[in-house]
């Protein structure tokens, strides 16, 4: 059976969509996976525990407070059991309070601590879904690497019509089912860096770029996601962590360049999504500067290490992915980059007129010696997926499956 022995934790949270967890139970335990359920007080106002622990087969946890099930399966233990956590249906004010890192409740607590994959399906009315405030929260969940499942569109329980319908449970099951199929990059270890670099002029200038960190954080979650141990080495952003993800932050590009060095050592794949600045002020001056009394300001700026390119210098290196960020000729300047730098593949885009920085979605065009691929518009988290996916490809290709 396909999920035997797969350990499953559902969360169910306060929504009337807690009746059709029942049935995504019985479908889970039909294949043979070991599921337990943690209700919110919530939930229990919807579907009594009773129900979940006659279908699940197991003593269902409400309260963090429960002595007898903390002495059965404290929270850290059932955090630490679970493979998967899929939280559904999941209230507006549960994703809040995950989105938040709330630990008020036995539900978010496991959340936080489990080092498992996390799915959320949300819920709720689609004036509520629609609301910034949710939206926010769920693009934070994104960005961490949690996948969120849905909603989808029709009609609501309250009699509206819309987006924030629960996902059906043969379609959480499917999703679970697939979750388990093949993790490429399982046992591999990936570093990835993001963001931009800054160059300080002096205590209160710099240099920098307009690199968001959103595509490198993205890659760095996607390769979680596909069974690698993961470390993000990360310029100035304010993004959050991906789930499951080492973060390493730094600032300028040689405080990068010796985080990624002693990251990469002995690591199998560096993605270097990071928009490394060229340049640095040749020295920093300790105090602020003032104007030239009309003069021009002259900066010397001096090189900064190609990161990429030490890498690549050394004799046994990691499978290399650059990024291509160019404003024209994108193919061209791409190939050669990809030959001068002595890359294994090149993430090529079009930037500038809005493309590329600062924006959610993004197109690439994949080349490595002898092939090519390109992976149109979508949000940056899906062509994050899609990049791996095709990394892991090319990296298993020239490597086979030895360690
Ligand atoms: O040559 P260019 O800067 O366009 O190359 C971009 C690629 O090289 C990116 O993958 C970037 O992370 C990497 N790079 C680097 N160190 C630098 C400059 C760029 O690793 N100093």
Redesign the pocket.
Known sequence: MILRQRRILIGVTGGIAAYKICELVRRLRDLEAEVRIVMTEGATHFVTPTTFQALSGQPVRVSLWDEAGEAAMGHIELAKWAERVLVAPASADTIARLAHGFANDLLSTVVLATAAPVYVAPAMNQQMWANLAVQANVGTLRVRGVQVLGPADGDQACGDIGSGRMLEPHELRDILVASFGEQPLRGRRVVV?AGPTYEDIDPVRFIGNRSSGRMGFAVAAAAREAGAEVTLVAGPVSLPTPHGVQRIDVRS?RQMHEAVLKASDGADIYV?????G?YRPADVADHKLKKAGGEPLRLELAE??????TLAAQPRHPFLV????ETRDVATYARD?LAR?GLDMIAANEVGGGRGFEVADNALHLYWAGGDAALPRAAKTELARQLVARIAERFLANHGSQS
Request: glycine share 16%.
């Open positions: 860096s590009a270097g999504a990071a928009a490394v060229d900064n290490p190609d990161i990429i390119g650059g990024f291509a960020a980059k730098k």
